[in-house]
């Protein structure tokens, strides 16, 4: 039994590796270019948001001046000076912490709608991997059936001549061969265009990327991770702490000067001395605006932080909803896999019984063979409907971070 546990635990980890060697592979499914215009993104987003984040901060003001004055009339006299300035807010009714807490909630923001949106191209290129995996099987399967049709025309055609059936007949069969060789002819058109748009995403070879077997993601973890709830949360903190700023912008501001001056001294007060060239100026100013459109800005602010608030609580609500309608489809999905191996279990039984009958003389080579491509389309279905089932399930990892 120990021995037993040890080959289960071995087992276990290894399809945990695989998953993972899987997910690995395909995090890194887009092009080079795709990859770095995402990188240039995150990029953007932190230079601009570190710059919002230090928005309070005035700049250092440096300014050099020089002039020429004629005021003497026996010469031209030059004066230069040099500057270094500041007029900084340190107290703005709470208006800085809440504008650094703000910059911070928009680079989350931002940067959570940046991971869905790779998430989402991800996703679309493995979503494309799953179509023309299950084309592929979808064009098998039309291959089988336009054996069948071949088939079914060679009976036809020779009750026909012996005046079983009229002609009708032996056009429908015709008809229905036509018809299964341009589906097969609109599915390889169908490819082109998948695999154009893959090559638009990635420039991988689609042929040789292994496709993970998806598992479905527990409801908290598809509700904890989801990228589209994050970033709502983020949107309404920034939208509260944009209340506190617009509300702060009312309030009285307390604000330091400081100037550093180094100039020339112009010679008309040189004689009365007490002047230096070098001096600092320094205080402080307390200001406060009067707006009769103050209690609007305030309410509209607030309309938004709820309006925000509100939407979060939607968003739970869409979550909920989505996952629920996956699992409902994969139930359906469900019932046709089970469905297809029944009738699967059922074309062998009848296959074996007419290669019997065949051998026995009552039957045609024809419908062995018809028989028996026949259970080779049943089992396509079943592989088709699994696929249909991952594809079902891509839509939650869609989503969520670092689920592919």
Sequence with gaps: MKGLNVLKKLFLLCSIVGTLLYADELSNILSDNK????????QGNNAQSDMLENSWINPIMLQ???????????KTVQTGSFTVGIDQPIFRSGGIYYAIKYAQALRGANNAEIK???????ANAVKILYQLKRMKLEK????????NDGIEIKQRRESYHAGLIDSSFLDQAILKRNQDETKRLELDV?????????????????NQLKLPKLKLIS??????????????????????????????????????????????INPL????????????????????????????????????????????????????????????????????????K?????????????????????KTSYDTALMRNSLEVKKLDRKIYAIDKQIELLALYTKVENAI
């Design 269 to 340: 007060f040189s004689r009365g001395g007490g002047l230096e060239e070098k001096y600092f100026t320094y205080g402080f100013s307390i200001s406060m605006p009067l707006n009769i459109n103050m209690f609007s800005d305030v309410e509209a602010s607030k309309v938004e932080k709820l309006k925000a608030q509100t939407e979060v609580i939607e968003r739970k609500h869409t979550i909920d909803e989505e996952y629920k309608l996956v699992k409902q489809k994969l139930r359906i999905i469900d019932k046709k896999i089970s469905l297809a």
């Design 35 to 42: 990859n770095l215009l995402f990188e240039y993104e995150f």
């Design 64 to 74: 050099y001046r020089k002039s020429y004055s004629k005021q003497f009339t026996d």
């Design 190 to 206: 169908s490819m082109m265009s998948l695999e154009q748009s893959f090559a638009l995403l990635s420039d991988k070879n689609p």
């Design 140 to 147: 098998k399967k039309l291959a089988l059936l336009i054996k």
């Design 342 to 362: 029944k009738d699967e279990r059922l074309y062998q039984r009848l296959y074996r019984t007419t290669k019997n009958l065949a051998s026995a003389g009552e």
């Design 116 to 122: 869905l949106k790779k998430c989402q191209t991800i």
């Design 219 to 264: 409801a908290e973890r598809y509700k904890g991770a989801n990228l589209e709830l994050v970033r709502d949360k983020l949107r309404a903190k920034q939208k509260a702490y944009n209340a506190k700023i617009t509300w702060a912008k009312y309030m009285p501001t307390v604000s330091v000067q400081g100037r550093y001056t180094d100039e020339d």
